[in-house]
């Protein structure tokens, strides 16, 4: 098994999160905090529940301020460069429950930037990407009055002036240790975290406010932060404020986070029902044994069933779960099986969503910010 | 004697400009190529014919156009910090002269992002001083229809999604060798580099033309544009031709480059009449003997000094300047009358910009590019 690397450029081996907890210094979410966010917004989400949220930075805060009738905004993005798929889906759903539950104000960055910078792509194919994923982002269902999209090309005029303020306390040498860069990384990419930093505080200027900002993203992106958190405080705005998510695995199980870059191994936003299917029946790690008998007699092995795992993103009901959970361990119930629950599960999830998705193209001007 | 050192963050030592041709890489500039300058302008101007301008890329292929009937544009700059002295007058005096004879647009870029990054000073000072710059630039009497104000902040929103591929294209150990840079050293200035070359190339995107790009500027600022030039022509554009400009020596005579951070050793645009005369009397480094009678005996040494010198720069008339050089020498001219003869060019020079720079406020707005 390859060593554990989690950074927002490489992410391998198997994941162990409690290490990562310790090796980045953020905490995990206990039930304390979850009850406090249960008291806000009348029931705790099933991924906060599930631990798939599973740790922070200062997220106290912003819920110490909140109580006392001072909102925060939220802050989450993407970085352009493909498809998107259930991994970014179940983030973004996430953030629209926090939207929703807390009554906030959402900026959304596309870092068309970064994946030029990082990826074998030309400008014009990250454009056309950005535009493919905005469809998807407005497909979440966000509030249009209260998401404002960021492109960090298209607004530069109004990133570029702050991210230099945040460059200028960040050397390469922070950066080499946070990224894993070297000498032979080019400078676009050795800037572009402070592009990233910039909306932890933008809105606050634009609004002459001084709120929290929240940001719920993979863990993968944290080193950005861990990087920049001191800065943003140096220049006088608030921390931000972090809740991190796990990756979900690959359709194939192994290592790693989901990613469309084999679209095979992942459930695409805009798969249609044959597809997922068949991709799932094909490729879905199973953790039964060979056979039907053996499977009745041994049960299967929940941890590394991805139809089991992923189910926890897409079966709200707990009790269903555990069901679920416990026949198939006891080998009541066949990997088949459980994968049928998952195709019937996912495909309704994305025959919303890909009704949503069509009628984006409209709504796309309404949720571009205009400066 | 300090080794000498000549990059856009540093010049030290005394500047011997044969080896920086050859160690930059760069042509001198010929009687061939001041005959052909000479053909189309119908001048030669004194800073060409005594070699203020010294130096050049790729100009043949801008005379070469220009003789088939495609104009060129013209680009240069300022990173603003503090007050303008004669050295950037000098430069961009020659620079009016180019527009004029050649009847051409110039694109002018404030690069107050460069000089936020790499000094100990305020975003907000930095912004005044790029405001009081602007004033000194539209003094220099530039024609207002064709001259294009950029501001790498105010116009980040068209100039950064032109550098990110620049910047694509330079990596870290690139900038280490071209500037000097070392792992400590801020990651804004690392890909600053990227800003200051995308005007070489962006009016051509503005209007949709293919254009030569010539840039007349200190030789100091020629590490920019020798490791961005290849880079711009893999992004399909034409390199960026040059014109380099040796270093007025401050006033004191020391090695290296006049500069506003000491303001005795320079003279500011805006010093007054008596200013200039008591700075040139104090400080400027005299090429005579100590006393009077040994001056008439060995007379004067016009290579170090300084009033001398400078009347390169203000004395049009070669006729006269050999004339003072002459008796100088010979020691027929003492230091003080040379002196007196600098104080009286150079005033004239700074009374008919001050009353320029008086109305200049009102046309700023004119000169600001409106993408």
Redesign the interface.
């Known amino acids: 098994m390859e060593e554990m690397k989690v950074n927002p450029y490489d992410v391998k081996g198997e994941v162990d999160y409690n290490k990562l907890i310790s090796e980045f210094g953020i905490k995990p979410i206990n039930k304390k905090l979850l009850e406090r966010i249960k008291s806000i917004a009348g029931e705790i989400h099933p991924y906060l529940r599930r631990e798939i949220f599973f740790a922070h930075r200062d997220l106290e805060k912003v819920l110490d301020a909140y109580e006392k009738g001072e909102k925060f905004f939220l802050y989450t993005g993407v970085a352009p460069s493909g498809p998107i798929h259930l991994g970014h889906y179940s983030i973004w759903s996430f953030a629209k429950w926090l939207q929703d539950k807390f009554d906030v104000e959402l900026w959304f960055q596309f870092t068309d930037?970064e994946k030029?910078?990082h990826k074998d792509m030309t400008?014009e194919e990250i454009q056309e990407w950005t535009k493919d994923n905005m469809r998807d982002v407005i497909a979440i269902n966000f509030n249009p009055k209260k998401t404002h999209f960021l492109i960090n090309?298209?607004?530069?005029?109004?990133?570029?002036?702050e991210?230099?303020?945040v460059?200028?306390?960040?050397?390469?040498?922070t950066?080499?240790a946070a990224f894993g860069f070297t000498?032979?990384?080019?400078?676009?990419?050795?800037?572009y975290?402070?592009m990233q930093t910039v909306p932890c505080f933008l809105p606050n200027i634009i609004n002459n406010e001084n709120k929290y900002c929240l940001i719920p993203m993979g863990v993968d992106q944290d080193p950005h932060f861990r990087v920049s958190r001191d800065v943003v405080e140096k220049l006088g705005h608030k921390k931000p404020s972090i809740i991190h998510a796990k990756f979900m695995s690959p359709l194939t199980g192994t290592a790693g986070k989901s990613s469309s870059s084999n679209s095979n191994k992942t459930i695409l936003m805009t798969d249609d029902a044959k597809t997922v299917k068949r991709k799932i029946n094909k490729y879905a790690f199973s953790g039964g044994e060979d056979t039907v008998e053996e499977h009745r007699k041994k049960g299967g092995n929940v941890e590394v069933d991805v139809a089991c795992q992923w189910l926890k993103y897409f079966e709200e009901d707990d009790k269903k779960l555990s069901e679920i959970y416990n026949k198939y361990s006891k080998g009541e119930l066949l990997s088949g099986e459980v994968k049928k629950i998952m195709i019937k599960k996912i495909n309704a999830v994305l025959s919303e969503h890909q009704k949503r998705r069509l009628n984006a193209d409209k709504q796309i001007d309404k949720f571009i910010f205009k400066s």
Chains 1, 2 share one sequence.
């Open positions: 930037d030029f910078l400008y090309t298209k607004h530069a005029g109004i990133i570029y002036p991210a230099i303020k460059a200028k306390k960040i050397t390469f040498s950066i080499k000498d032979s990384e080019n400078i676009g990419s050795i800037f975290t402070a």
